[in-house]
């Protein structure tokens, strides 16, 4: 389901838009108890806002640019007056006073909000698994998982429970399940996009991006939530070009980086390495130059971002108290007793680990140690990318290092899930944009994933790019219908 798709019904007065919501409705009561992506669907806002779009039609008024567009919301973005649970017992009973500055420029642009899309509990997490309302599937085979964290809105779009859906990319939250799941996630430039209303979890990496069944569409999604905003002084103050304008542009003579330590990695399964390698003579053939270039630190991203993530999380889940808000437990015999066991019940495993982790990083006598060294390595990757960014105008990698596992592969294996985010973390360190498209699939048909990642503020440049190979490999027609 696209946009031009969703559109051409509307238009063609096929059917109303509350027609095609309450269908949208009608699949997700069918199928969506066997994947599992969404916590909470909110039917009766979706056809209220769906006949208001229809009576803009009825009487030939002007329509807003996503006028209609169903969209799911990732459960760490609050929506107001609905819950925003984080998939985590700590939140089970938050409902959001307000609404988070992205989706509520959504709602603006004529978008209507489905419901709120399952993911790994306070975005920690890649595959989905530690949600407290239970595992989400993969549409392709539901004994495998989407990828997370933002796994509910890949699996959502990629099953047709939606146009379009938000997620969150902390370390490839929204590029990893959309490689698994066969669909396209974008995650921004830092700043691009207002983190107002993301509930945080390492905030100099969360970033607020879309995931969509094509690259226009994510063009489209990108330019409604772009742009300054005063409640966030992350945000950036940068014109927002019209991303579905650029799209188009010939790549020949396009200068496109391979980086080398990616595709010489053990970890790297010879058949996603072959179906990018396929997808890079594909932009050969197109007229896109291609470069081999080193990035030194690439692969020391993943141990640094799991020391300053971490460390972050440790710092902005520390409000979860049981006094201000979120669970409480009701054994504590003093302030400290009642703190201590407030966390340990709310909190899963995943999360306070990750807590466990960073507060140690944190601590007195080993800061300087774990915490300022991968800050030092940090800049260190970012100069990688800068360095890169001299020779060419793209860098290209695998998105994943392998195509989805089974449930169950690495719940118990936190460091083998860990480096499933392998090649996409470095892009949060830099806080560079990328997107993940798909290139291919392995010898079980599930989707491959292919990166691309561009420079500062340069989404439309990798846009282009992605929608030109998109044009002409067709991968997503053999997208099977679920």
């Known amino acids: 389901m696209n946009f031009n798709s969703f559109r051409k019904e509307i238009v063609s007065n096929n059917a109303s838009v509350k027609e095609l919501v309450n269908d949208i409705f009608a699949k997700i009561d069918h199928k969506d108890p066997e994947i599992n992506s969404y916590i909470c669907t909110t039917k009766d806002s979706a056809i209220s806002q769906a006949e208001k779009i229809d009576k803009l039609i009825q009487n030939n008024e002007d329509l807003p640019p996503l006028a209609g567009i169903p969209i799911a919301v990732k459960d760490n ?31 603006s642009s004529g978008g209507i909000c489905l419901g709120k899309t399952n993911l790994d509990e306070f975005a920690m997490g890649s595959s989905t698994e530690t949600s407290l309302f239970g595992v989400t599937s993969n549409p392709w085979d539901i004994n495998r998982v989407p990828g997370g964290s933002s796994g509910g809105s890949a699996a959502s779009v990629a099953a047709g429970f939606c146009a379009a859906a938000l997620g969150s990319d902390t370390g490839g939250s929204i590029r990893q399940p959309a490689s698994f799941c066969g669909v396209v996630g974008l995650k921004p430039t830092y700043g691009r996009v207002s983190r107002w ?28 939530i772009s ?19 650029d799209l188009n542009k010939s790549i020949k003579g396009l200068k496109i980086g391979i980086i080398k330590e990616c595709f010489e990695h053990p970890g790297l399964n010879s058949e996603v390495k072959e179906s990018v390698l396929s997808g890079v003579d594909r932009f050969k053939t197109l007229g896109a130059e291609i470069i081999e270039v080193e990035c030194p630190r690439f692969n020391d991203g993943i141990a640094t971002y799991y020391v300053i993530a971490p460390s972050e999380a440790s710092a902005n889940l520390a409000r979860y108290d049981g006094v201000k808000y979120g669970y409480r437990s009701n054994d504590g015999l003093n302030l400290i007793d009642m703190t201590s066991k407030s966390r340990a019940e709310g909190f899963g495993d995943e999360v306070q680990r990750r807590i466990l982790i960073g507060t140690y990083a944190l601590s007195a006598g080993y800061t300087d140690a774990y915490y300022k060294k991968a800050q030092k390595v940090r800049t260190l990757i970012r100069n990688d990318f800068d360095n890169a960014f001299k020779k060419v105008d793209l860098l290209l990698t ?15 294996d936190p460091l083998s899930m860990y480096l499933s985010d392998l090649l996409t973390v470095p892009v949060n360190l830099a806080g560079l944009p990328a997107i993940s498209i798909p290139c291919g699939f392995d010898t079980k048909g599930l989707p491959v994933g292919m990166q691309l990642i561009g420079n500062v503020l340069e989404e439309d440049r990798i846009l282009n790019a992605a929608n030109i190979f998109e044009i002409d490999a067709q991968v997503i027609k053999n997208r099977p219908v679920f």
Not at 88 to 99: G, H, R, T
Not at 227 to 241: E, H, Q, R, Y
Not at 400 to 412: Q, R, S, V
């Open 398 to 412: 695998p998105t994943c290092p392998t195509t989805a596992f089974l449930k169950g592969d690495f719940i118990n």
């Open 197 to 224: 209303g993301l509930v945080a979890f390492a905030s100099s990496l969360d970033q607020i991006g879309p995931i969509t069944n094509n690259v226009s569409d994510a063009a489209e999604i990108l330019y409604s």
């Open 227 to 245: 742009g300054k905003d005063p409640f966030d002084s992350t945000c950036l103050d940068k014109t927002v070009p019209n991303y579905l304008a």
């Open 77 to 107: 973005i609050c929506t107001k007056g609905v819950a925003t649970t984080c998939a985590s017992k700590m939140l089970k009973n938050f409902v959001a006073p307000y609404e988070a500055t992205a989706s509520s420029k959504l709602w």
